[in-house]
């Protein structure tokens, strides 16, 4: 008789913790990874009377209720077409197929219609939190089928994470929109990453304020509005002595890798016309970290400016407010991508609800995000977070902050790619005239592609004259 509520493949790290917090909510797992010494090694390590493991497919499969629910917890890309192939001789239908891995979304979309073809469920669920939110509560994206999400609906909202007693897991949307948000996530996150970096440059490069100093900066600042998960873990590890002498941050490579959801949400702003620079700033400025050799040869024959001392008054409050405009502009940025993606995927998605389950179990949690929720409970046609009037005070407030921030970094030769972005972005849309009117004379003048007047309606094409440019 088939006992076991729900079955993962894949018993690593992410995959063996979800199982954990599966098993404590009282749920009855079985695990199944393909190297059966890894299962072996689980069970070993954290005996629970929830949790078996199994060590052929067929009886992983065998164990499970029906209909079958089966997560896959693996590397995303070709493994999980393997594993979808190797579990349907043995699915029946109705089956659920769950993908809780960071899954491109056009494979989730693509997988989705396969398997429905042969009534199979299949879910495409982002999981944000790492390890540690795996184990004790992540922030749960599901989407797929609707109407098949409250047979697995109990088990993901029991294993979130939860702000009260609200869970961080809602359903998304069809085929690949949870992974969509999940990928949306992590480009927000790699803008807000990079924010912080250019905060602690400001501050350590400018200000001269040593590690002990931006720890108590960072920890401050985590009491008030920017209190977030980035800004508490950021405190942390300035605070974090070396065993060899100083501390581990200055012991650690200036070079960042990334595993590619940053990109694909770049690649996809670029494919869908929305602008999110500072995302897409995020992720070129890990690609220049990783040129290390260029870097030496730059530094060694451009003549960067040194750092002058000459602080404005509340040097450190200026900062501050810089960090909380510009991370207002990166969220404003995120969200423009999730309301394009509506149109382009016809998706429904909620904004709100998004920004509510990533108040807790996920890396971007923070404070902020019920300003957001707030803002499209008031107005979910708002095109543009910049505009709801808590953020628009806020824009109004800090921007001078942001200017002179800005001005003290170019100045002293600190790179500051996502401080810029954002109050380009500011100024793109708030600046009377953007530049549009010479750009639209110019394609005309090279390729006939017409304008547009201010003075009456249609498109127009001028024979230019070619004064100067023989
Ligand atoms: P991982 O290192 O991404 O992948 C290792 C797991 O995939 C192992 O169980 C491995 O089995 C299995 N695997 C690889 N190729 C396979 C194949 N062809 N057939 C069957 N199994 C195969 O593991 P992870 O870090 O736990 O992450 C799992 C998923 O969650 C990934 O998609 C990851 O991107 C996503 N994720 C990770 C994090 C994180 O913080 N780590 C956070 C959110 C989401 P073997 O032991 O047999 O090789």
Not at 404 to 415: D, E, Q, S
Request: glycine share 8%.
């Amino acid at each position: 008789m088939p006992q076991m509520d729900i079955g993962i493949i894949g018993m690593a790290v992410m995959g063996s913790n979800l199982a954990l917090n599966m098993a404590d909510h009282g749920f009855k797992v079985a695990a199944y990874n393909r190297t059966a010494i890894l299962t072996k090694e689980v069970i070993e390590k954290n005996p629970n009377k929830n949790m078996t493991g199994f060590y052929t497919l067929a009886d992983f499969i065998n164990s499970l209720q029906h209909p079958r629910k089966i997560m896959l917890m693996i590397k995303a890309g070709k493994p999980v077409d393997m594993v979808i192939d190797e579990l349907l001789p043995y699915l029946d239908r109705g089956d659920i197929i769950i993908d809780g891995g960071n899954s491109y979304f056009e494979d989730t979309i693509r997988r989705h219609a396969f398997l429905q073809e042969k009534d199979i469920n299949y879910f495409g669920v982002g999981i944000s939190g790492g390890e540690k939110g795996a184990r004790f509560g992540p922030s749960i994206m599901p989407g797929g089928n609707k109407n098949a999400y409250s047979q697995i609906q109990p088990i993901l909202e029991a294993i979130s994470a939860h702000v009260g007693s609200e869970p961080c897991c809602t359903y998304i949307g069809e085929n690949g929109a949870g992974h969509y948000v999940k990928m949306v996530h992590n480009g927000i996150e790699y803008a807000d990453m990079q924010l912080i970096a250019e905060a602690y440059l400001i501050l350590h490069y400018i200000g001269g304020f040593d590690n002990k100093k931006l720890s108590q900066i960072f920890h401050e600042w985590n009491e008030g509005e920017l209190h977030s998960y980035l800004i508490g873990i950021t405190a942390d590890i300035f605070a974090e002595d070396d065993p060899q002498g100083g501390q581990v941050i200055d012991k650690i490579i200036d070079s960042a890798g990334q595993k590619g959801t940053g990109r694909w949400t770049s690649i996809q702003s670029l494919k869908q016309g929305v602008d999110i620079s500072m995302i897409t700033a995020a992720c070129n400025t890990r690609v220049v970290s990783n040129l290390i050799d260029d870097r030496q040869r730059a530094a060694n024959e451009i003549n960067i400016p040194t750092c002058a001392k000459n602080l404005p008054d509340n040097f450190i409050e200026e900062v501050r407010k810089s960090l909380y405009v510009a991370k207002i502009i990166a969220y404003a940025q995120g969200f423009s991508l999730y309301r394009s993606a509506c149109k382009n995927y016809n998706w429904q998605l909620n904004f709100a609800k998004i920004a509510a389950i990533f108040r807790a179990g996920c890396i971007i949690q923070a404070e902020f995000l019920n300003k957001i929720t707030l803002a499209y409970e008031k107005n979910e046609n708002l095109s543009n977070l910049m505009f709801d009037e808590f953020f628009l005070d806020n824009i109004n407030t800090n921007q001078s902050s942001l200017r002179r921030i800005i001005c003290l970094a170019v100045n002293n030769g600190i790179p500051i790619p996502a401080f810029s972005n954002a109050l380009q972005y500011i100024d793109a849309h708030g600046s009377p005239k953007i530049g549009a009117n010479l750009i639209q004379a110019q394609r005309d003048y090279f390729g006939a592609h017409t304008f547009e007047r201010i003075d009456k309606p249609g498109t127009f094409h001028h024979e230019w004259q070619e004064h100067y440019s023989k």
